[in-house]
């Protein structure tokens, strides 16, 4: 009768929700003991060991992986919010500076020009040579969209105009004589950031004698 039907009815849906209990019962444990497991697994890679130590409280003699291979002629990595560096290799090495000048140019450019600042590829930044962004003499940029040819692409010619234009607002008369200007301001800045050693010559980090990077 009504109470064979209405039995019947709360075991078609009761069945179900127990079945769902139990799998969320399931899934629940198991994803406490991955936890566990990948907490341990962390924890072993990551506890700090005494020098000259091969053992810890909580994880007994243990194997330590070998430093990484890296190719790199002079290196140095470490936290910045530490001083003991966590990998170094001839770090004190001078060498030449490569695109770090280019990282300082943008970083002058970006204190010395305002954002609309008008950037021209003129005739003697492109004669700069090496790598080169596709824009043609007297082409017009912004001064980030110059900052981006430069970082991103590398583009010498970018960096040779970013120069001239701080050059030219600090009075300079001539792309060489704004390029001379340019030059007091890296070795400047280079000194205010700590790159006392160090010697840029010009804005892009073409090879030229003299200019280095020297300890950091």
């Not at 005494?50 to 990484?68: D, K």
């Not at 140095?76 to 770090?100: G, H, T």
């Amino acid at each position: 009768g009504y109470s064979d039907e209405r039995s019947m009815t709360e075991t078609i849906f009761t069945e179900p929700r127990r079945r769902m209990a139990v799998l969320a019962v399931i899934l629940f444990a198991s994803i406490l003991l991955f936890a566990s497991a990948r907490r341990d697994e962390f924890a072993a890679m990551t506890e700090i060991i005494a020098p000259g130590s091969r053992e810890t409280p909580a994880t007994g003699p243990r194997r330590i992986p070998p430093p990484p291979d890296i190719k790199a002629e002079s290196y140095l990595v470490r936290l910045i919010s530490e001083n003991e560096p966590l990998l170094k290799r001839r770090e004190n090495k001078p060498l030449p500076p490569a695109s770090i000048a280019k990282l300082l140019t943008a970083l002058i450019a970006r204190e010395e020009l305002g954002r609309d600042e008008r950037i021209e590829i003129s005739a003697s930044a492109k004669a700069v040579g090496e790598k080169q962004s596709p824009a043609p003499v007297g082409e017009i940029f912004r001064r980030d969209e110059a900052i981006r040819l430069a970082l991103i692409e590398s583009a010498n010619d970018a960096a040779a105009a970013l120069a001239e234009a701080v050059g030219r607002r600090r009075g300079g008369f001539s792309p060489q004589h704004r390029l001379k200007i340019f030059q007091v301001l890296l070795a400047e800045r280079a000194a205010q950031i700590g790159l006392e050693s160090s010697r840029f010559q010009n804005p892009t980090g073409i090879d030229e004698k003299g200019q280095k990077i020297g300890k950091i």
